[in-house]
């Protein structure tokens, strides 16, 4: 694997999609089902949706606060501390056990903390690794190693939880997330430190978007409407399927499958996808994103709840490929802008933050008052469909990006 990727990408990125990829897994393993063990402690799709919104803001925030760190000091220590506080939060929820539900909010506050500093790390560096002719094939890679991730580790953790029963079986796997965690702290030593580089502007994403003509007042809705979909996808669609099944295992095997198939097709779309393609295969992606929802409002069962994970995990790669890839892109256009890169990458999360907020909002408005079979699919597909018009906003830049190609 090393080898076939070394060909397009230096070493310091591949170990970087190692560390990632460790990164996913501990998530894989254990991220899958706090949901459902909040869900079982509960009851309550509120206490979910309250957890998810501090996570959701914290990890903005953190963001925003740790750019300083990340452009002025050692963003490889950001990285770490983001790995090191995913840990914590694993072994908290551990100690807590059915406490965990009373302290809900600051949970999702300590996890949105984890994901903030490492994310903010790794966006930063993955620029750095990379540039506009191998980024779709490293962003192919991280969809491919997240996929893998997928396929092993929940089906793994569905297995252990059922066959231990009670408490025991997640105590195993929130163990086993924190010895990989572990691991992808001492990989991570061997990335190289990397020179900081100017002073942070805190109010930099600001003056982007008051800036008359700025490209970012554009870019930034389609990324919220990136957001809208994530702010319910990512956490909604595994709890509907334990809900439907009342069976970890279940779970499990569902994510086993769906990232089979998210795994062949992010290796092919990445493979395939060229800058002169990008407009055509995000409106074929966004489109279909949306229609495989469809099936839900037949029945909600686990064979229609497939049919929809199957569905995404095709027609994802040709969506998620190119806006990453494209937004990095208009990052690295200058070398001005690539001297603001961490600054963007925080008004990039601002824009994804906004979205999720926005999303899970209607998650918080709608699930209190019904939540029916037909009012989650109805969610579902509402906020399934918005990406369609985050398609529009990056237009433009996918036509100009063509056009420069074709000369």
Do not use: C
């Not at 059922?162 to 796997?173: A, D, V």
């Amino acid at each position: 694997m090393a080898k076939s990727m070394a060909k397009t990408l230096n070493g310091q990125a591949v170990l970087l999609l190692i560390v990632q990829a460790l990164y996913g897994v501990a998530n894989a393993l254990s991220g899958t089902f706090v949901p459902v063990y909040l869900w079982k402690a509960s009851q309550s799709y509120m206490l979910i949706g309250w957890f998810t919104l501090g996570q959701y803001v914290m990890s903005g925030l953190t963001f925003w606060i740790a750019g300083k760190w990340v452009k002025e000091h050692n963003k490889m220590n950001s990285l770490r501390v983001g790995i090191i506080l995913s840990g914590i939060f694993y072994f908290t929820v551990l100690m807590l056990g059915q406490q965990a539900k009373v302290y809900y909010v600051p949970l999702g506050i300590l996890n949105g903390m984890a994901l903030g500093f490492f994310w903010i790390a790794f966006n930063v560096v993955y620029f750095e690794v990379t540039d506009p002719d191998n980024r779709d094939r490293f962003n192919g890679w991280t969809g491919l190693l997240a996929a893998a991730a997928g396929i092993a580790a929940p089906w793994t953790s569905g297995l252990i939880i059922t066959s231990m029963k009670g408490e025991t079986g997640y105590r195993f796997i929130f163990t086993l997330s924190l010895v990989i965690f572990a691991v992808s702290v001492i990989l991570s030593f061997w990335l190289k430190k990397r020179h900081s580089q100017g002073v942070y502007n805190w109010k930099h994403g600001l003056q982007q978007l008051l800036q008359k003509g700025n490209p970012w007042r554009r870019m930034l809705p389609a990324i919220a409407a990136q957001g809208v979909r994530e702010g319910v996808f990512m956490f909604l669609v595994g709890l509907t399927v334990y809900v439907a099944t009342q069976n970890e295992s279940k779970l499990g095997t569902y994510s086993l499958i769906t990232s089979f198939v998210a795994l062949i097709s992010f290796w092919f779309v990445g493979r395939m996808l060229k800058k002169n393609n990008r407009k055509l295969a995000m409106l074929i992606g966004v489109i279909m994103i949306g229609v495989v929802i469809l099936p839900l409002f037949w029945k909600v069962s686990y064979t229609t709840l497939l049919m929809f994970g199957v569905g995404t995990s095709l027609f994802m790669p040709l969506y998620i490929i190119p806006m990453t890839s494209r937004v990095f892109d208009l990052i690295g256009q200058s070398e001005e802008s690539a001297r603001e890169r961490e600054e963007f990458i925080v008004l990039r999360e601002a824009g994804l933050v906004i979205g999720r907020v926005i999303g899970l909002s209607s998650y918080l408005i709608v699930l209190p008052l019904n939540h029916s079979a037909i009012a989650i699919t109805w969610l579902l597909f509402s906020v399934g469909i918005v990406p369609i018009a985050g398609w529009w906003f990056m237009k433009p830049f996918l036509e100009a990006q063509q056009i420069q190609t074709s000369r």
